[in-house]
């Protein structure tokens, strides 16, 4: 997985497919600090903005 340094959007990727799916489902953060920040602010915009409905787990 490519960080957000390097010109990776995750919720520019989620969005890119989401009207694929009937609904997504998120985790609510990673696995170390950063990434808790990092997975933990995309899951707030991915639920904020979702065309479809969000389950976070």
């Known amino acids: ?3 957000r340094r ?3 959007k ?3 990727a989620i969005f890119t497919c ?3 799916f009937n609904t997504l489902v998120l985790g609510s953060h990673g696995s170390d ?3 808790r920040i990092l997975i ?3 899951a ?3 639920v904020r903005r979702s ?3 969000v389950t976070v787990v």
């Open 33 to 35: 600090l950063v990434e």
């Open 10 to 12: 995750p919720t520019k």
């Open 51 to 53: 065309p479809v409905p």
């Open 40 to 42: 933990g602010n995309v």
């Open 44 to 46: 707030k915009t991915v």
């Open 6 to 8: 390097q010109g990776w």
């Open 1 to 3: 997985m490519r960080d």
């Open 18 to 20: 989401a009207t694929e």
